[in-house]
């Protein structure tokens, strides 16, 4: 008996051991899985080497990370695209609009990257301030006859976020189609009851990721919707860079957000709408293709929708849209933006265009609201002013528009800031827009804006203490997570 008990704690010891050993070494050759994954991911060498050092000596910490933040594309199933036939069926009344662009052309660079023609027969009204574009949305809204299409990536439960609620409320009791995509990263501190509330009232929503089971949402929490766009019953589209919340109003004693916004109508509202059903069907896997109608041309201007996000092959969209303005401009290439952290490609392209005698100049907020992304840029002054880029500092407020002017016959405003995460990783909206009027329009609007800021120059680098140098160089390196 006392040989059996022997052997048989023998065997216990002898599996534990085993078993600890497995605890021991499984992460580590799950770091070596992950090492070969991120080896064919396309990160940059840079980061390809971080991921694999850490995958290998620190596994237990890197792995977690690597699976929400180190896969760097995404793929969408079939299950979340629109079929072909609905596609089909909400472009087919803007066919004898849509034109083939010419060769060697940004249009013709921006259709084989992304699949969107040029349109004609558009109008565009810019929004710039922030209380009016509040108040021009909500009379669209009261004169709705049919849907109500919103997607935003922040709503905010204050004061605008409430009055949108009541009004949006009111209209689905009154038998509008009404639909709410948010994302649930930026529109984490809307609580439940707001949401339950639009329910209520028959509102669909949705967040941009959808309902999925928890380890898929845990995958995906590094990829938003950072789209911000309003459609009425496919005849008017609102897009730009504003979210729901107060901080836009123009408020004594609050810090105040510059932003803008454009009223499209016109046949590319069709193109808008598609947009917003291929992400409602993403976050859904409903067909939402039955609310579009028929647009009427209401303009001359022609435009170009460029949907961008983590998704694009082989270059995400939006960064292929500046490398082409930087290529393609002849006088000037000016660009706003609250966030200037960009990729070793962007920040090559704009210096290529600055030495090359182009006015390149880039209107970039005072302050922002993150102290890492104000130390990353200083870090871009030595190298961009030293050969001729402008940079200029916006001082009334937070400046948060995103636009690119090139030349006096091309502009662009959407969602898209001017760092790693809007590049590479967020799904965003730009509105490419082709007229001379409207580039003047832009162009006088950022005068205006510039002659509220200074430019920042190698005096002020020089100048800065060297300990907040070394913070602003710290922070480059972290621009990917920014």
Not at 105 to 133: S, V, Y
Not at 150 to 171: A, C, M, T
């Amino acid at each position: 008996m006392p040989i059996i008990s022997v052997s048989a704690f023998y065997l216990s010891a002898s599996a534990d051991t085993v078993d600890a050993r497995w605890l021991l070494i499984l992460p580590h050759l799950l770091g070596g899985f992950f090492s070969l994954h991120a080896l064919m991911r396309n990160h940059t060498p840079q980061g390809t080497i971080a991921w694999i050092l850490g995958l290998n000596l620190l596994p237990y910490l890197t792995i977690p990370l690597y699976l929400a933040l180190g896969a760097e594309r995404i793929r969408r199933s079939t299950g979340e695209r629109l079929p072909e036939e609905a596609v089909t069926r909400m472009l087919h009344p803007i066919r004898e609009y849509l034109r083939l662009p010419g060769d060697g052309t940004l249009e013709q660079t921006l259709h084989k990257a992304c699949n969107t023609l040029p349109c004609e027969g558009n109008d565009i009204r810019i929004l710039c301030d922030g209380r009016e574009t509040y108040m021009e949305l909500a009379d669209a809204v009261r004169m709705a006859t049919r849907s109500i299409l919103l997607e935003f990536f922040i709503i905010r439960n204050d004061r605008v976020g409430s009055q949108l609620r009541e009004l949006l409320e009111e209209r689905a009791r009154q038998g509008l189609q009404v639909y709410v995509i948010y994302d649930e990263i930026g529109s984490h501190k809307l609580p439940r009851g707001y949401l339950k509330s639009l329910r209520a009232a028959g509102i669909h929503t949705a967040s941009f990721n959808g309902r999925r089971f928890w380890w898929s949402s845990f995958l995906r929490i590094n990829y938003r919707n950072h789209r911000k766009l309003v459609i009425i019953d496919s005849e008017h589209a609102y897009l730009g860079s504003l979210n729901i919340g107060l901080e836009y109003i123009r408020i004594p004693g609050k810090t105040y957000w510059r932003d803008t916004f454009v009223h499209i109508r016109g046949p590319i509202v069709a193109q808008c709408l598609l947009s917003f059903a291929e992400d409602w069907r993403r976050a859904t896997g409903e067909n939402i293709s039955h609310l579009s109608h028929p647009q009427k041309p209401a303009g001359k201007i022609r435009c170009q929708l460029v949907p961008s996000g983590p998704d694009d092959v082989p270059l995400n969209n939006w960064k292929l849209l500046l490398l082409e303005m930087a290529s393609k401009a002849r006088r000037k290439l000016w660009l706003a933006t609250p966030y200037f952290v960009p990729d070793a490609t962007i920040r090559d392209a704009l210096l290529a265009a600055a030495l090359r005698g182009i006015d390149v100049c880039i209107l970039v907020p005072q302050q922002g609201d993150s102290i890492m992304a104000d130390l990353a840029l200083l870090s871009y002054l030595p190298d961009m002013v030293a050969h001729g880029v402008r940079i200029m500092a916006y001082e009334p407020g937070f400046l948060h528009e995103k636009i690119a002017l090139m030349d006096d016959n091309a502009c662009a405003i959407g969602t898209a800031n001017l760092d790693e995460r809007s590049l590479r990783l967020n799904f965003e909206l730009t509105l490419l827009m082709h007229s001379r009027d409207t580039a003047l329009q832009v162009e006088h609007m950022l005068q205006q804006d510039m002659q509220h800021a200074h430019p920042l120059t190698l005096h002020h680098w020089h100048h800065t203490p060297v300990y907040t140098q070394i913070a602003a160089q710290f922070c480059r390196l972290l621009s990917p997570v920014l």
